[in-house]
């Protein structure tokens, strides 16, 4: 019903507004009382924080990752030089960037990441 908790309590309060509240069968949780309100923030804030676990995690996990020298994301298709010759062709102007593509066996959109890669510093 909601992103974090915060935004979880809005659509909550504009429903409460609009006089409509929330029931859960389930869970016998019931907006419409002040008890069911006491229940529904704790549940709210107790998934908020198990989701800020989840994502430390994760990012302890990645930070971990790259300490031993392990980078996220796909392995590049082109070496190297490959990729230099890609963008050398593409600013000589005589290809067309289809004909890069098809040449290098690459997307159009990889092509374009080769040549941001190589305008940022490589």
């Known amino acids: 019903m909601g992103r ?3 935004d ?8 409460k507004e609009r006089g409509v509240g929330l ?21 709210s804030a107790l998934a908020e924080f198990e989701r ?16 031993r020298g392990r980078k996220g994301g ?8 490959q990729r230099a010759h890609a963008v050398e062709l593409y600013h000589s102007r005589q290809h067309t960037v ?8 690459i997307s159009r959109a990889t092509l374009y990441a080769y040549i941001d890669e190589f305008a940022n510093g490589k």
């Open 4 to 6: 974090s908790l915060k």
């Open 8 to 15: 979880l309590i809005a659509r909550a309060e504009e429903l």
């Open 23 to 43: 029931k859960s069968l389930q869970e016998s949780i019931d907006t419409s009382s002040s008890g069911g309100q006491l229940i529904f923030h704790m549940f």
């Open 52 to 67: 800020n676990l989840i994502r430390e995690r994760t990012q302890a996990g990645l930070s971990a990752a790259r300490a």
């Open 74 to 81: 796909r392995k590049k298709v082109l070496s190297l030089e």
């Open 98 to 105: 289809l004909e890069i593509c098809n040449l290098m066996k």
